[in-house]
C-alpha cells in the first residue's frame, strides 16, 4: 500500500474518532498510520473498540510520539482549543489538516471568543481555513491546507437552505426558523448525567435554546448568501432517543412563485451526497444511519404560506466523520466517494 | 363499596382502554364495572394485560352483554364512529358519556366528515357534546352528559396557547407554528409495520404534513379565542422513539411589552394538572411519564421576536386517559385530582 | 398530617432516592421530612427532579443539619460504606434505619470485606440487621431496628428458589445457574461511560462474570435454607437495554415428582407482591414497570430434565425502593401494600 | 460488469432481503438483477427502502416476470414452504440456491413436519441440500447447488460448540444450557402486536420455551458431532429490546483439564469471520452490528465447574444474509470475504 497517503487521528477514543477508523478502513487510497490520545496511549484501538478487531494493528500513541508530521493529512477529532493550539505546526510541516472541531469555523474571532469561553490563538492560521461544506465550497476545498469541518446542525439546516439563500429567495418577512432534533452521540463519548442511557431514553427534550453554539456557525454561513436573511433566525435544538440521526425542520417564506424543489434538484444534481426527494416525501434519520448521505424534501404547509423543509443526516457521517472524509477526498482528488459507498443500515 | 359510581369501557384492549384500568383502579368514587370487547369477549382482563393481575376480576365482555346502560358513567376508547353509533341511546337511558374518540371534537359537520372520511349521523347528539379541555371549559364539563375528550396534540399545543389568545396578544404577522413531536403508543396498539420496534425504534421522522386530522381540532379552539390567529396556522407532527410522551415547540409573535410567563402563570394557578415552569426551564416528556400534567415554559429567542412556547404531556394520560378521569371528576363533583396523584415515574 | 411518621432520607439524589420520594408521596402513614445530599445542599428537590414539582416542598440538606435524628425511620440510598459508619448513631437516638445499600446484608465480615474492598467497622450492629427480604423474614423484620434490604439480583433470584429450598427439593447433581439480566437504571445515576445511552442503547452484554457482589448474597441466602444448593451457584448477570426491569431465567433439577408450580403457589398464597403466573406463562419486565411485585412462572424445559424458574422485579421498586417501603410497611404496624398500590405502567 | 454472477432474491421486502440488497451493493463479483414480491410488483425498491435510493435501479416483480431462471444464484428470503416448492425448478435449469427460510436445514423429514406443521414436498432435492454453516461445511458448501443458509439461533448457538463437540469435550453428566437472547429484528418485518415498539420497546421477556423451531436445527448440529451432547439440550430463548443482535450464553461442563479457548483459537485461526476474544472477554452485541462477526469468549464461573461460552452475531448478518453470501462467495470461489469487510457500526 505503498502509495497510499498516510492519515493521522488526534484524539481518536472519541465517537467521531472511531467513525473516522470505521470509514477509512475501506478507503482505497488512504491509511491510518497514527492515531493519538493521552488518556489510552499504548492501548491497542482493537482492545478498546472490540468492533475494530481484526480490521486496525495500531496503538494510541501521544502526540509527542506518534510522529503526526509524517502524516499527509492529520484529522483533529478533539474538544474544541487543541486543533487552535496544534494545527499550525502541522501545516507549517506540510501536513494538511482537516479540523473537526470548532476552532476554524467562524471567521469573526471576537464571535468565537464569546460563544467558546477562550481567546482564540491562531488569527493568522484562521485566513487560510476553508469552511468544508463540501457542496459550498468544493472549489476552494480542493487546493486547501486546512479545512474546518461544519457543524452537525449547521450541515443539516444549512444544506436546503443554500440553494434558496443563492438565489435570494427567503422572503424575510417572516423569520427563519430551525426545529432540530438530534441523536444522543452528537453529545460525544464522555461521562455525563445527562446522556445516560437512564437520562436521555425513551425521553424528549429542547435544549440550549438560551443559545447553542452552533447559532453563529449557522448564521455566518447565511448571511454570507443572503445577508438580510440571518436577521431573527430562531434556532431550537432538540435531544431524541436515537443513537445516531439528525433531523431538521425549517419553516421558511419564499418568494412567490419558486418552486424550492426544483431549485434544489437543480443545484444538487451533481452532488453525490444530497438526495433531493419527491415532493411528498417525509424523510428519516433511519435511512441515512451510517452513510454520508443528507435527504432532503420540501413541502407546502396545507392551507398556509409557509415552505416546510425537511432534512436528515447521520450526525457522525455526513455531520461529521464523513464529510470530514469527503474533505478529504476533494483535497486530495480522490473520487469524492470514495470510502463512502456502505448503503446505510437499515433497520 | 356501594356508593361508588360504577363505570364502563367500551373498547377496553388498546392502549388508552388499558390506561383507563389503571388510573381508575386507584381512584376512591369509581368501580369499573363493564370492559367490552367483541374479539376478546371472554377473555379474563389480566390475561390479556398481565399487568394488571391481581388488581381487576373483570372479563371482556361484547357490547350487547356487558349492561352498559346500567353504568353511571361510560368511556369510549374506540376508533371513530363507534360512539357516534352508540353514545346517543346510552345517554337516552340516562348513562353520562365520555369519549376519547374523535367523534364531538368537531363541531361543524361538514369538517368532520372531511378530515374522518364517513358521514356524522349524530348532529343533534354534537350539539350538546361538550369539548373536554378541562382548563378551558371547568364549568361547562360540570353538567355536560357528553364530553368529547381532547386529542393529544390539540390538548398539547392548545394549553400553553390559551392565555394568550384569551387576552388577544397573538400578533398575527407571523403566522403561528405548532412543531411537535409524539411517543410511538399515540399510534396505538394496532399491528402496522410502521409501528414495529425495528421501524420506530432509534429513528426520528416527520409525518401527516398533508394535513393531520387534528389540524382541524386545533384551529376550532384557536379560532374561537383569537379568530384570525388560526389563519396561516402550521402544524407539523412528527414520530419520536419514546413510548409515552409528547413535546410542543410552537412559534410565536406576541404583541408587545406582554409578559407570557406572568399570563401563564396567573391564568393556571388554580389548574392542578398545568405546571408553568421557571423563565428558563426545558420540560422534558419524562417529567410528566404516567402523570396528568401539562408542564410549560416560555422562552424568547436570543437575538429575535420569536417566542418559543414548549409544552409536554404524556400523551395516553394528559393527552386521553388522564384527561378523561379529570373530565369525570369535573362532572362528578369528586376532587379534580382523585385517583390522578400519583407521581411521574423517573427514570 | 401530625400523626404520620417522620422520613429522613440519607442520599436523595440517586435513582432509589427518587424512586423512595415517587413511592412516599402517596403513603398514607409516612411523611418525607428530611434529605440529605452533601453535594446538592440547599437545592430544592423539585428543582432537581422537576418530576417531583407539586408534590414535595424540600430542599436537600447536608446530613449535619437534616435532624435526621428526629426521624422514626431513616433509610439509606447511599454507597457502600455510609450505613455502616452513620447508621449506629441514629440508631441509639432510637431511630429505626433501612439500609438499601449493601453494607449490612452480609453476616460474615471477611466475606464482605473481600468483595467490597474495605474493612467494615459495625460488627455489633450487624448482629442486629435482619435482612429484608420480606417474604423470607417478615417476622423478624416486625420488630427489627435495622433491616438490610437486598439487592436487586438476590431479591429476583431468590424469591422462586425460597420455597424450593425450604423443602429441600433442589437436586444438586447439577449445579444451579441463574442467568440474568438486569436494565440499566441498576447501575445507578453517577457519570460513566459505560451506561451512556450511545454505549448501552441498541445493545446486550454480560458483565461481571468472574464475580458480581450480588453473588455472596445470594449464595447466603441459599445456604441457610438448603446448605448444598449453593455449592457451585453459577450466576452470571447481563445488561439489557431497559431503563427498569429485571428478568432471571434459572436452570434447575429437582426431586423427582415434585410440582415446583404448587409448591410456589402455596408458599406464596399470603404474600401480595409475588405472583405465581399459571404454567406456561413467560413474565415480562414491563408488566411489573413501577411496581412492588415479582411475578414467577416456572416451566418445565422440552425433553429435558431441566426445570426453568422465570421471574421478574423492577429492580428499582421490589429490587430497591418499593421493597425498602414494603420493610417500613412491615416494621411499622401499616398494611403490608401501603403506598405500595399504584398498578403497573404498561405499556 | 458483463463478467458479475447475476442475482435473483425472492421475497426482498422482509429485513433479510434488503439486508441482501445492502450488502451485495459493494460486491465486486456479484450484481443482483431480479427481486420479487407479489405485493409490491411494479414498486422500485427505492421508493420502498429509502435507504437504497441511488444504490440500485430495480423494481419488484411477480415471480412469474421476474426471469430467475437466467440468474446464475437466487436467494430465498421467504416464508417456509416458498423454497421447497420453487427452487426444485430452479435447480433443474441450473441456478444455484441459497435458501435463507428454514426449508431445507433439517435432515429428518418427519422432524421438520412436526415443527413446520406442514407437509415437505421436496425429498429429492433435500437430499443434495447442504447445511451452510460455513465454518463447518465450507468443502461442501464449494460444490453445493442447494445451501440451507442456518438460523440465526442456530448459528450463534453452534459456533461456541462446534471445537468442542468435535472433540468429544462436553461432559454429558450436565444438560448443555443454552439461554440466547435476540434482538427484535428476528421476528422479521410483518405487521404483528408483539413486536410493536410499546410492547418490544423498554421490555424484557422469555417466550418460545415450549419449544422454539430452532431446537431441532440446533440438536441436529450437535448431535451429528457428539452424539450424546443432544440429550437433555435446554433452549430458552428470550427477546432484548435491540434492533440486531443476538447473545447466547451457554453452560457446559467440559472434560478436565481441556483449554477451551485455545480449541477454539485454534480451529477458527482461518476463519475470518469468527473472533475467539482474549479470555476475560465479554462480547457485546455492538460490535458486531451489521458485520458478518461472531465474537465468542469463554469464562469459567467463579468457584464452579461450569464453562459460560458466550457468542455474539447480529442476527441478520452472520444469522442471515451475511452468511448467505459468505456462502454465495464459497460456492461461486470468490475471496470469502468479498463484500463482507465494513467495520461494525459503533456507536
Known amino acids: 500500500m505503498a502509495n497510499r497517503i498516510k492519515i493521522g487521528i488526534v484524539g481518536a477514543t472519541g465517537y467521531t474518532g472511531v467513525e473516522l477508523l470505521r470509514l477509512l478502513a475501506l478507503h482505497p487510497g488512504a491509511e491510518v ?18 468492533s475494530l478487531r481484526g480490521i486496525y494493528d495500531l496503538a494510541f500513541q501521544t502526540p509527542e510520539e506518534a510522529g503526526l508530521e509524517q502524516c499527509d493529512l492529520v484529522f483533529f477529532a ?30 469573526d474571532i471576537p464571535t468565537w471568543e464569546q460563544w467558546y469561553g477562550m481567546p482564540f490563538t491562531a488569527a493568522e492560521t484562521l485566513q487560510e481555513a476553508v469552511y468544508g461544506l463540501c457542496e459550498l465550497n468544493r472549489e476552494s476545498i480542493k487546493t486547501a491546507r486546512l479545512v474546518a469541518n461544519p457543524g452537525c446542525y449547521p450541515t443539516c439546516v444549512s444544506l436546503p437552505l ?10 424575510t418577512g417572516m423569520p427563519l426558523i430551525a426545529d ?23 425521553n424528549f427534550k429542547a435544549y440550549g435554546i438560551g443559545g447553542h453554539r452552533h447559532l453563529p456557525e449557522i448564521k455566518q454561513t447565511i448571511s454570507a448568501l443572503q445577508a438580510d436573511a440571518a436577521k431573527g433566525f430562531v434556532f431550537v435544538p432538540h435531544l431524541t432517543p436515537v443513537i445516531r440521526g439528525m433531523h431538521a425542520t425549517q419553516y421558511v417564506h419564499l418568494q412567490a412563485d419558486c418552486n424550492p424543489h426544483d431549485i434544489l434538484s437543480s443545484f444538487y444534481r451533481n452532488s453525490p451526497f444530497v438526495d433531493v426527494m419527491p415532493p411528498g416525501s417525509t424523510p428519516e434519520t433511519r435511512s441515512v444511519r451510517g452513510a454520508n448521505i443528507c435527504r432532503i424534501s420540501v413541502q407546502k404547509a396545507p392551507q398556509s404560506d409557509v415552505w416546510i423543509l425537511l432534512s ?17 477526498n476533494i483535497m486530495f482528488g480522490f473520487d469524492e466517494t470514495a470510502g463512502l459507498q456502505t448503503a446505510p443500515l437499515l433497520p
Do not use: W
Open 180 to 202: 432540530c432534533k438530534s441523536g444522543v452521540s452528537g453529545a460525544g463519548r464522555k461521562a455525563a448525567v445527562g446522556t445516560l442511557f437512564c437520562e436521555a431514553g425513551d
Open 162 to 171: 443554500l440553494p434558496l439563500l443563492q438565489h435570494n429567495l427567503v422572503n
Open 33 to 50: 498510520t497514527a492515531i493519538t490520545s493521552r488518556s489510552e496511549a499504548g492501548v491497542h484501538v482493537a482492545d478498546y473498540f472490540p
Open 78 to 107: 478533539t474538544p474544541h482549543g487543541v486543533a487552535m493550539r496544534d494545527a499550525p505546526a502541522l501545516l507549517e510541516q506540510g501536513v494538511r489538516v482537516v479540523d473537526l472541531s470548532a476552532d476554524f469555523r467562524i471567521k
Open 312 to 328: 436528515v443526516i447521520d450526525n457522525l457521517v455526513k455531520g461529521a466523520a464523513g464529510q470530514a472524509v469527503q474533505n478529504m
